[in-house]
């Protein structure tokens, strides 16, 4: 390490491919977490309802969170062809679709566990007040159940940026699609490597920043009932 012949003047000299790169990452972290959140959180407010469809909805978000986010991404990749499904998706969404299940089925499981643990005397109090089931849900079950479900959700989000680096293996030119290639023409792995740890570290440690100041700001309001009050017309 010590005798190595450090080179990064010719790796800098690519700072026009890792843009496009960084670019790509933050394309694909963008959409996974939308794709992600709002299937997620859909399915987890559905399970709550605990119909005939929880169970075997339950077993599929078990087989989703059990298998490794790069075997979903692969399986992805080959099924969605038009060999399969008679169109192939490009390499960008197939990766969204496939790693955006993985990540949606751990919301879908936070979701309903933060929605259960609402205490049940808030909601009898707002039914005391006269309170509707959507107006329960609008102004006790949801604000409650956000508090807990926010902080953990932060830091998922935190691993769906790194995981995007998976993209890789399917040809999508994000920063280590890109950084691979500039390794093919240069030869200077670990000058290219470093460069690219320190533009996820640049992507993620503000996220972890804003992540540590939600965990910090919803732990102050735990056990703080919901403000309840009658909504204007009833």
């Known amino acids: ?21 960084i670019l790509y ?26 119909g005939w469809w929880a169970t075997p909805l339950i077993v599929v978000i078990d087989i989703l969170k059990g298998l490794p986010p790069l075997v979903i991404i692969l399986f992805g990749y080959f099924a969605l062809t038009a060999d399969v499904i008679g169109v192939t998706v490009g390499a960008f969404w197939a990766f969204i679709f496939s ?5 949606a089925a751990f919301i879908a499981d936070l979701t309903r566990a933060s929605v259960s643990n609402v205490p049940r005397e808030y909601i009898e ?11 329960l849900l ?3 079950v949801f604000p409650m159940a956000i508090r807990e479900l926010i902080p953990p959700l932060s830091y998922l989000y935190i691993e769906a940026i790194k995981l995007t680096s998976l993209a890789s293996i399917i040809n999508v030119r994000e920063t280590v ?24 570290l640049v992507l ?9 100041v939600l965990e910090r700001h919803f732990k102050r309001e735990v ?8 909504p204007l017309g009833y």
């Open 204 to 212: 993620v440690t503000p996220a972890l920043f804003i992540a540590r």
């Open 1 to 21: 390490m010590l005798n190595y012949d450090w080179h990064f003047e010719r790796v800098i000299a690519y700072q026009e491919a890792f843009v496009v790169g």
């Open 99 to 103: 790693l955006g299940l993985n990540i």
């Open 223 to 230: 056990g703080i009932a919901p403000q309840i009050s009658r």
């Open 25 to 50: 990452t933050l394309a694909l972290s963008a959409t996974l977490i939308v794709f992600s959140t709002v299937l997620g959180v859909s399915v987890g407010i559905v399970l709550r309802r605990n």
């Open 177 to 200: 699609y890109v950084a691979q290639t500039i390794i093919s023409d240069t030869a200077r792995s670990l000058e290219v490597w470093i460069v690219v740890g320190l533009i996820y």
């Open 138 to 140: 609008r102004f006790i």
């Open 125 to 135: 109090m707002g039914s005391a007040m006269g309170l509707r089931h959507n107006q």
